[in-house]
């Protein structure tokens, strides 16, 4: 690809995971449907996290993620996102710039908080994510520095970050520069939530022609093309984008290209801890395959290693040496 100073700049949500056990009990009683994300406010993010048991503080979002993975695999990695001048900021912060990830989002002044999510895993791996956005949906159009998209090879924006107007506002601004430097643009569906919320959105910017590769689950691609099963749906998107990037979990991933499908497996794994972060670290795995130039399948594949990893313990950035894993499985 073209000689960048950045591999991927990723652009989404600033947000500290606190991380607890729960049972079905628990979400039951809480009203809280397993697997999905909701958005909550300060008050009910303080009401929550009094119910929860024991958690772990772990910087998350998931670009910021997907960032960590692509740094963690031997990418040149950037991101942008808002964080408050607080504890949790600094958490944030520090955690992005020890992984060699270039994050220069000034911290907002204004009182409101950075944002946490609050993630309930239960015994079966699968987390249900309560959100409260924070700072991070104060990010604005004038936090996009033109240079740092133009000098970056592919810029990855989440779909998390579509809901509030402002930050949308500042994807938009972030797309148009890299369309104009002649950059890549990756985009992720993020939730079936998103896509609930933003079909008509999400889908008039895929039949805007300004996106180069779209990653999406199952179930959200689904739901964005309203077809019936899985095939059409991949059908149906494929011809709408360049790349098409979708993820079945234990059934593996498949990206189509110009017709031409690639498919992998799902890497094995020896007990599946927290499925938190696992579509972050595939689209990393990709990301970082496709900067390389390696053939989609390739890719696909790093991307299966990259959420394998992550998915066998707790938190949604990566504890293993991915660059290794790569290599000794592709050379």
Request: overall charge negative; charged content about 25%.
């Amino acid at each position: 690809m073209t000689d960048t100073r950045l591999d991927v700049l990723c652009i989404g949500n600033a947000i500290v995971d606190v991380i607890a056990a729960a049972d079905d009990g628990f979400l039951a009683a809480e009203g809280l449907d397993k697997g999905a994300m909701r958005l909550i406010d300060a008050d009910e993010a303080t009401r929550l996290y009094g119910k929860m048991g024991p958690g772990r503080e772990i910087s998350g979002g998931s670009a910021g993620n997907t960032a960590a993975g692509v740094a963690t695999l031997g990418g040149r990695a950037g991101f942008v996102g808002q964080v408050a001048r607080d504890q949790l900021g600094e958490v944030y912060r520090h955690d992005i710039a020890s992984l060699g990830i270039e994050f220069t989002t000034p911290a907002s002044e204004g009182g409101v908080p950075t944002a946490r999510s609050l993630v309930l895993v239960t015994p079966d791996a699968q987390r249900t994510m309560n959100t409260f956005l924070g700072a991070a949906q104060l990010l604005t159009p004038d936090s996009i520095d033109p240079a740092q998209v133009r000098d970056s090879a592919i810029l990855y924006l989440e779909g998390y970050l579509w809901d509030p107007e402002t930050p949308r506002a500042a994807m938009e601004r972030a797309i148009d520069i890299a369309r104009e430097a002649g950059r890549k643009v990756a985009f992720t569906l993020s939730d079936s939530f998103c896509v609930g919320r933003h079909r008509d959105g999400f889908n008039a910017l895929i039949d805007s022609g300004r996106l180069d590769i779209l990653f999406a689950n199952e179930a959200e691609i689904v739901s964005l093309t309203g077809e019936a099963d899985f095939d059409s749906a991949v059908a149906s998107a494929a011809g709408r984008v360049p790349i098409l990037v979708v993820t079945r979990g234990e059934r593996g991933a498949v990206a189509v290209e110009g017709g031409e499908r690639a498919e992998v497996p799902a890497e094995p794994v020896d007990q599946i801890v927290d499925t938190t972060g696992a579509g972050d670290l595939f689209a990393a795995g990709f990301l970082t395959g496709h900067a390389q130039g390696r053939p989609n399948a390739e890719a696909l594949r790093m991307g299966a290693i990259a959420a394998a990893e992550v998915i066998s313990h707790y938190g949604a950035r990566p504890e293993a040496d991915l660059k290794a894993l790569v290599a000794k499985a592709l050379g």
